[in-house]
Nanobody
Protein backbone atom coordinates (compact mmCIF):
# COMPACT_ATOMS: atom_id res chain seq x y z
CA UNK A 1 0.00 0.00 0.00
CA UNK A 2 1.33 3.42 -1.02
CA UNK A 3 0.24 6.53 0.82
CA UNK A 4 0.49 9.95 -0.79
CA UNK A 5 0.12 13.25 1.04
CA UNK A 6 -0.16 16.50 -0.90
CA UNK A 7 0.56 19.96 0.44
CA UNK A 8 1.28 23.46 -0.81
CA UNK A 9 -2.08 24.53 -2.14
CA UNK A 10 -3.67 27.85 -1.32
CA UNK A 11 -4.96 31.15 -2.61
CA UNK A 12 -2.77 33.03 -5.07
CA UNK A 13 -3.30 36.02 -7.34
CA UNK A 14 -3.25 35.66 -11.11
CA UNK A 15 0.33 35.62 -12.34
CA UNK A 16 1.59 34.19 -9.06
CA UNK A 17 3.32 30.91 -8.29
CA UNK A 18 2.80 27.90 -6.08
CA UNK A 19 4.76 24.74 -5.47
CA UNK A 20 2.80 21.62 -4.63
CA UNK A 21 4.43 18.70 -2.85
CA UNK A 22 3.47 15.05 -2.74
CA UNK A 23 5.17 12.93 -0.11
CA UNK A 24 5.13 9.19 -0.72
CA UNK A 25 5.25 6.60 2.05
CA UNK A 26 8.27 4.84 0.62
CA UNK A 27 10.89 4.72 -2.11
CA UNK A 28 8.61 4.06 -5.05
CA UNK A 29 9.89 6.33 -7.79
CA UNK A 30 12.04 3.67 -9.43
CA UNK A 31 8.95 1.62 -10.23
CA UNK A 32 6.03 4.05 -10.21
CA UNK A 33 5.14 6.81 -12.59
CA UNK A 34 4.12 9.91 -10.65
CA UNK A 35 1.51 12.33 -11.92
CA UNK A 36 -0.43 15.40 -10.95
CA UNK A 37 -4.09 15.64 -11.86
CA UNK A 38 -6.62 18.35 -11.18
CA UNK A 39 -10.38 18.57 -10.95
CA UNK A 40 -12.31 21.80 -11.17
CA UNK A 41 -15.92 22.04 -9.96
CA UNK A 42 -18.27 20.41 -12.42
CA UNK A 43 -15.43 19.06 -14.56
CA UNK A 44 -13.70 15.74 -14.97
CA UNK A 45 -10.36 15.05 -13.41
CA UNK A 46 -7.61 15.77 -15.91
CA UNK A 47 -3.91 15.03 -16.17
CA UNK A 48 -1.64 17.99 -15.56
CA UNK A 49 1.85 16.49 -15.62
CA UNK A 50 3.49 13.08 -15.52
CA UNK A 51 6.97 11.91 -14.53
CA UNK A 52 7.85 8.37 -15.50
CA UNK A 53 10.01 6.10 -13.38
CA UNK A 54 12.75 6.66 -15.95
CA UNK A 55 12.53 10.44 -15.64
CA UNK A 56 10.54 11.35 -18.74
CA UNK A 57 8.11 14.21 -18.29
CA UNK A 58 4.87 14.96 -20.08
CA UNK A 59 2.59 17.94 -19.70
CA UNK A 60 -0.93 18.80 -20.66
CA UNK A 61 -1.10 21.67 -23.12
CA UNK A 62 -2.69 23.84 -20.45
CA UNK A 63 0.47 23.76 -18.34
CA UNK A 64 3.27 23.61 -20.89
CA UNK A 65 5.80 26.32 -20.28
CA UNK A 66 4.28 27.20 -16.91
CA UNK A 67 4.33 23.98 -14.86
CA UNK A 68 7.28 21.78 -13.96
CA UNK A 69 7.10 18.34 -12.37
CA UNK A 70 10.14 17.06 -10.52
CA UNK A 71 11.08 14.66 -7.75
CA UNK A 72 13.51 14.34 -4.88
CA UNK A 73 14.33 10.67 -4.48
CA UNK A 74 15.97 11.21 -1.10
CA UNK A 75 12.82 12.79 0.29
CA UNK A 76 10.37 10.49 -1.56
CA UNK A 77 8.64 13.66 -2.71
CA UNK A 78 7.28 14.83 -6.05
CA UNK A 79 6.74 18.50 -6.78
CA UNK A 80 4.66 20.56 -9.15
CA UNK A 81 6.01 24.06 -9.63
CA UNK A 82 3.29 26.26 -11.06
CA UNK A 83 4.12 29.69 -12.44
CA UNK A 84 2.07 32.38 -14.19
CA UNK A 85 -1.08 30.99 -12.64
CA UNK A 86 -4.44 31.78 -14.18
CA UNK A 87 -7.96 31.72 -12.73
CA UNK A 88 -8.67 28.66 -14.88
CA UNK A 89 -5.98 26.77 -12.95
CA UNK A 90 -8.30 26.80 -9.94
CA UNK A 91 -8.98 23.20 -8.95
CA UNK A 92 -8.24 20.48 -6.46
CA UNK A 93 -4.86 19.00 -7.38
CA UNK A 94 -4.24 15.31 -6.80
CA UNK A 95 -1.05 13.30 -6.75
CA UNK A 96 -1.10 9.84 -8.35
CA UNK A 97 1.33 6.94 -8.26
CA UNK A 98 0.82 4.37 -10.97
CA UNK A 99 2.51 1.07 -11.75
CA UNK A 100 0.81 -0.23 -14.86
CA UNK A 101 2.67 -3.55 -14.86
CA UNK A 102 0.81 -4.66 -11.74
CA UNK A 103 -2.30 -2.50 -12.23
CA UNK A 104 -1.70 -0.49 -9.09
CA UNK A 105 -2.73 3.13 -8.78
CA UNK A 106 -2.81 5.26 -5.65
CA UNK A 107 -4.20 8.74 -5.01
CA UNK A 108 -3.57 11.43 -2.47
CA UNK A 109 -6.34 13.33 -0.75
CA UNK A 110 -5.94 16.45 -2.89
CA UNK A 111 -4.96 20.04 -2.23
CA UNK A 112 -7.01 23.07 -3.21
CA UNK A 113 -5.49 25.70 -5.49
CA UNK A 114 -7.45 28.90 -5.97
CA UNK A 115 -6.27 31.61 -8.35
CA UNK A 116 -8.16 34.81 -7.78
CA UNK A 117 -7.64 38.49 -7.27
Amino acid sequence: QVQLVESGGGLVQPGGSLRLSCAASGSIFSSYAMSWYRQAPGKQRELVARLSSGGTTNYADSGKGRFTISRDNAKNTVYLQMNSLKPEDTAVYYCNANRAAISRSYWGQGTQVTVSS
